[in-house]
T-cell receptor, first 111, second 116 residues
Framework: KQEVTQIPAALSVPEGENLVLNCSFT??????LQWFRQDPGKGLTSLLL?????REQTSGRLNASLDKSSGRSTLYIAASQPGDSATYLC??????????FGAGTRLTVKP | EADIYQTPRYLVIGTGKKITLECSQT?????MYWYQQDPGMELHLIHY???????EKGDLSSESTVSRIRTEHFPLTLESARPSHTSQYLC???????????????FGSGTQLSVL
């Protein structure tokens, strides 16, 4: 059964720092991987989607990479801001079309 | 960008009550989903639908039911709420564009349910 793991569970950084969030998955038979942001008590906002044939996607200060063979993805956030504070979740779409989610990394960016 | 509306945002009710959580999307997506999320935990799929008159149960055993009479509407009903149903419920939709590799999931703002 596919397992999606996000380490660390929580991360605190000073404003302006570049940071990397990690996502690993156990079964490389996936269609895509999606990164989401979730603010407390809210739904999930889609940040980036990487198709299985792609290596990376960029949107503004965000860059997501995918290494399907090793079962890893990273979300790079450049020049972090307090407004980036949120929980970041990754999810893989398996080849049976099920979505599997990680538990998320709770990011705090201190002013 | 995607629009998915969930109502109510918060609901506090007593044990044994029947409740319906509403979800509507304006994007014309065929697929819709209900997820349950507890604090700090991953999302668990409880119901999904591939289109009108299609409903399926997800991974998580649930005492809820769903219906899909119209493409845009996917309500979730609990016939008799219990304290164990206290959780956040998230509705989502996705559009199949010929290949699942670019199928993207969009979420509503969620309903936080508390059963006393």
């Amino acid at each position: 059964k596919q397992e999606v793991t996000q380490i660390p569970a929580a991360l605190s950084v000073p404003e302006g720092e570049n940071l990397v969030l990690n996502c690993s998955f156990t079964d490389s038979a996936i269609y895509n991987l999606q990164w989401f942001r979730q603010d407390p008590g809210k739904g999930l906002t889609s940040l980036l989607l990487i198709q299985s044939s792609q290596r990376e996607q960029t949107s503004g200060r965000l860059n997501a990479s995918l290494d399907k063979s090793s079962g890893r993805s990273t979300l790079y956030i450049a020049a972090s801001q307090p407004g980036d504070s949120a929980t970041y979740l990754c999810a893989v779409r398996e080849n049976n079309n099920d979505m599997r989610f990680g538990a998320g990394t709770r990011l705090t960016v201190k002013p | 960008e995607a629009d998915i509306y969930q109502t109510p945002r918060y609901l506090v009710i007593g044990t044994g009550k029947k409740i319906t959580l509403e979800c509507s999307q304006t994007m014309g997506h065929d697929k819709m989903y209900w997820y349950q999320q507890d604090p700090g935990m991953e999302l668990h799929l409880i119901h999904y639908s591939y289109g009108v008159n299609s409903t399926e149960k997800g991974d998580l055993s649930s005492e809820s039911t769903v219906s899909r009479i119209r493409t845009e509407h996917f309500p979730l009903t609990l016939e008799s709420a219990r304290p164990s149903h206290t959780s956040q419920y998230l509705c989502a939709s996705s559009e199949y564009r010929g290949s699942p590799t670019n199928e993207k999931l969009f979420f509503g703002s969620g309903t936080q349910l508390s059963v006393l």
